[in-house]
């Protein structure tokens, strides 16, 4: 072929190669809709700069825990072979107390008379990491700002398909094999106990919670929480807990300058099925609960 046609010939494979990365760009963004701008409702909110204290306790559990049940792996040799001795996670107990509880904010007014929705909080740079290990996710239980990333990795050598199945954010599947890049993630609305599931193993569940402040925690495997930054005021907190049917308690407090409210809680609450949904029904425009309808 003559020049001139070799010279059309680059133009249009780098033109078409243009077209291909674009239109693989534009499928990654589609992760994000359906938020979009649901930070709006505190573009005219003001970060909060003056004193603060702790809010911090610890989960117990109240009489015999379920044991935990060896779950069946052979489906995928790999889990088996890794981690052989896989057990069920929703309760995770350990001398009395109670691992994996997701203690937040729910709603609350701020010395000065402002509630805590009137303020602003930039969600961190640092991902929040979510990793599949043995057939199993790690955490099981975890917390994320709105529009934070979250960075989910395989450490397995087999196939995962990770799978949220949110309420007020896309729902989504992304198979990811083994040796494949971290998958980068965020949630543009604020959602308390997404479940995640994976495609490939059944048993495989985590829960995530979309938060537009930063003011919750997990509760460790001694059972004990700690929410440091928390504006001088008064706050209903809410524990969350999957068990084998969740479960959530509601607390008040006050947090005083460089003071420490306790906010110590029990599950199984006695009457648990009922006070569980209490939280629910007090519901707050500010901070969204999964339960208020799909989008
Ligand atoms: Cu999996």
Known sequence: MNKQTKVWLVISIALSLLVLSSACGGSSSDTNKGGGTNTASTDNAVAYSGPTGTISGVISYNGTPPAPKKIDTTADPVCGQKNPNLTTDDTMVTNGKLANTFVYIKEGTVDGGKKLADYSYAAPTTPVKLDQNGCHYAPHVLGIMVNQKINITNSDATQHNIHPTPKLNPEWNQTQPNGAPPIEKTF???????????????WMKAYIAVMKHPLYAVSAADGTFSIPNVPVGKYTIVAWREGQTPEEQPMEVTVTANGTAKADFAFPKAGAATSSTKPSLQMVPAIEFPMLGKH
């Open 188 to 202: 543009a609305r604020a959602e308390q106990m997404i479940p995640v599931k994976c495609n490939q193993h059944p």
